[in-house]
């Protein structure tokens, strides 16, 4: 059974940074592309930043510059860090996982969802 876990939400101030964590299992992760995601009230959900099975990265150009992703496939988790963030940056960040190929950033790409970590960033 396909899990993702996500961690390390939370309140934190505008130019301030946060990392989180994705914790996967019930696949074999080295071979799977991992996406974050993140979806605001009103809003569809966004392709945040992506890394594929041979580490090839997309960014959204919103973050391109603050934020950055990595994997550590000996523990089998993705982390988004995060910084100097801004209010904008709020909203519910989801982790994703796809066993296709290729390097991809869209949602409808991806096959399994984990539940969300909210971030709000506010003074």
């Known amino acids: 059974q396909v899990q993702l876990v996500e961690s390390g939400g939370g309140l934190v101030q505008p130019g301030g940074s946060v990392r989180l964590s994705c914790a996967a299992s019930?696949?074999?992760?080295?071979?799977?592309?991992i996406g974050w995601f993140r979806q605001a009230p009103g809003k569809e959900r966004e392709g945040v930043s992506c890394i594929n099975y041979r580490d090839d990265t997309l960014y959204a150009d919103s973050v391109k510059g603050r934020f950055s992703i990595s994997r550590d496939n000996a523990k089998n988790t993705v982390y988004l860090q995060m910084n100097s963030l801004k209010d904008d940056d709020t909203a519910v960040y989801y982790c994703?996982?796809?066993?296709?190929?290729?390097?991809?950033?869209?949602?409808?790409?991806?096959?399994?969802w984990g539940q969300g970590t909210q971030v709000t960033v506010s003074s």
């Open positions: 994703a996982a796809d066993g296709g190929y290729g390097t991809k950033c869209r949602a409808y790409e991806y096959e399994y």
């Open positions: 019930g696949f074999v992760f080295e071979y799977y592309s």
